[in-house]
């Protein structure tokens, strides 16, 4: 990424948020945005930046904000040390299952494949069949259905559409 002098105000809103984040090492993100030392200490004191740290602070630490802030951090820090363990998960004289399981556990930190299990997992959901009976009914009223992501039962078939009245109790 270019320097952020002469001063861009959407580049200063990034480098104050990276900083808030607190994800990379300040050095490193000065290094990223092409910011010395000096230059740093200037917009420091730049109300704009300011601004924007502070705004980026409030953001990022938000509780709601927990679990978006744990998965980044995660997977910077995974980013930052996966060269790391290449040296070990592509060493054919470790044991196969400890270098699937490095791999897998990075992956999952990352959050790589996460989301095609949650499709599927969503996709296959409970089924369930109600049947009730009343008296004076020769049949029962069949309720067949599918468990969804928020719990509401999807019919599927019903005997309760039919135009027979219900009897009363």
Sequence with gaps: MGS??????????QFATELARDIKPP?????EFGVSEADYDNIKEMRAFKAFYEAALVE???????????????????EEVLHLFYP?????????NARVGLLQTLAKIGGLGQQEVAQQAAGS?????????????DSP?????????????KLTESALADDEPLDEF
């Design 27 to 31: 050095n490193h993100v000065l290094e």
């Design 4 to 13: 952020i002098l002469p001063i861009d105000e959407e580049k200063l809103r």
């Design 141 to 153: 009223i069949v309720i067949d259905g599918q468990s969804t992501n928020n719990l509401a039962p």
């Design 125 to 137: 959901g409970q089924f369930f069949k109600l049947e009730i009976h009343l008296n004076g009914r």
């Design 60 to 78: 990022w630490n938000a509780a709601a904000n927990t679990q978006k802030r744990a998965k980044l951090k995660a997977a910077a820090m995974t």
């Design 88 to 96: 070990d998960i592509s060493d054919r004289t470790e044991p196969l």
